[in-house]
């Protein structure tokens, strides 16, 4: 049993030493689907799981705020990773792993200035992690998110460690946005190389943080994102640049950019405008720029982040300044990713058509400590 067990856990960690190093797989690869285009959603079967792609993410992030004053950002996100029949022959059949799951809880105290975070890494099986095919249900221990499948469709989310927790659940305030065009979000000019993705961009959001022990209820708005496909970055990408952003007129935008070695914008980079009832507009690469303004280094990775952004839309005469709301909120996942990535709660100013606004937001940097290979 002992051997058994040992034999399971080093796989594992070889397993995710492979999601985060294997990246020029073939996306059109017999064992796992690409996503392609013509992909139409199916709510609310499509928020479960999609086995028959390699890699998935439930993330949910977001900004609340306590009764007495307190303003805290969060994150929680859960990773599938499919494994290849392949990889796994010589391991004993009943501890066969076909997925692996891995999950992330960061809260960022911004009152206080802290960041905290804290990871999960397991295999899919004996109860320990999963995910329904049919809804919305991803677990691994006692971290979990889940969405009601009657009208109202909320969401539940759990989290703890040993010093901090969330309890929250999270009402819809506007349907599924899906990104892309014709039911594809492109990464890349490879075939294949895309994925399915669509998002809640505004979700009433109530429930309790526990912040070093001191427990805190809370209220605010969050985001959650859902993507699944089966490609890697393409050869000449090194990571990506991530916008989510809810700004006080209720409207939302989305905006990624894919970097090349040369630290130009991958032509596939694109984004999307949430209007206030829920309509979209794309943006493609031609439609926005995005330009730092400061820049912050980690004492712990030597990564040298972004840490001030301004964004032009001339399209729809907006222009933004992304700024976080503190420069640490870097991620090291040394027990289950194994990358380093910055993921922060920002606060937005700005200007849309001649007018003041403001927002707040998520922003996400990979590839910054080293080229990510997922």
């Known amino acids: 049993m002992i051997q058994e067990v040992r034999l399971a856990v080093a796989v594992m960690a070889l397993l995710v030493l492979g999601f985060a190093v294997t990246a020029g797989a073939d996306p059109s690869s017999p064992t796992f689907q690409s996503a392609t285009a013509g992909y139409r959603y199916n709510f609310p079967k499509d928020h479960g799981s999609h086995p028959s792609y390699r890699t998935e993410w439930w993330y949910y992030t977001g900004h609340l705020h306590s009764k007495t004053g307190r303003s805290f950002g969060f994150e929680l996100t859960f990773f599938r990773r499919g494994v290849p029949p392949e990889d796994i022959k010589t391991l004993p059949s009943k501890w066969s792993i076909k ?35 049919s809804r919305l249900r991803v677990w691994i221990d006692d971290w979990r998110a889940e969405a009601s499948t009657d009208p109202s469709g909320n969401h539940t989310l759990a989290a703890r460690d040993q010093t901090h927790a969330l309890a929250l659940t999270l009402e819809p305030a506007k349907p599924p946005v899906a990104h892309g065009s014709d039911g594809i979000s492109r990464k890349g000019g490879d075939k294949g190389q895309a994925s399915h993705y669509y998002s809640f961009t505004r979700l009433k959001t109530t429930g309790s943080l526990t912040i070093n022990g001191e427990r805190f209820e809370v209220s605010g708005f969050s985001w959650m994102d859902h993507e699944f496909g089966s490609s890697d970055l393409g050869a000449d ?18 905006l990624y950019r894919m970097r090349r070695k040369d630290g130009s914008s991958d032509l596939a980079s694109s984004g999307t405008v949430v209007s206030t009832d829920g309509r979209t507009r794309h943006l493609e690469v031609t439609d926005f720029e995005i330009e730092s303004t400061a820049t912050w280094t980690s004492s712990e990775s030597k ?24 420069a640490d909120q870097e991620l090291r996942t040394s027990r289950s990713t194994k990358v380093s ?4 709660a920002v606060v937005v100013t700005g200007t849309k058509q001649g007018r003041p606004i403001k927002g707040h937001g998520y922003v996400e940097l990979t590839g910054y400590t080293e080229r990510l290979k997922l």
């Open 99 to 133: 997925h692996i799951y891995l999950a992330h809880f960061a809260v960022t105290d911004i009152t206080g200035k802290q960041f905290h975070f804290s990871e999960k890494l397991s295999r899919e099986g004996l109860g320990k992690a999963g995910a329904d095919e």
């Open 237 to 254: 990408q090194v990571g990506w640049d991530w916008f989510s952003i809810q700004l006080e007129d209720n409207t939302e935008l989305m």
């Open 303 to 326: 990564a040298n982040y972004p840490s001030r952004w301004q964004l032009r839309f001339p399209a729809v005469d907006l222009v933004l300044d992304v700024i976080p709301l503190f």
């Open 341 to 344: 990535y910055w993921e922060g």
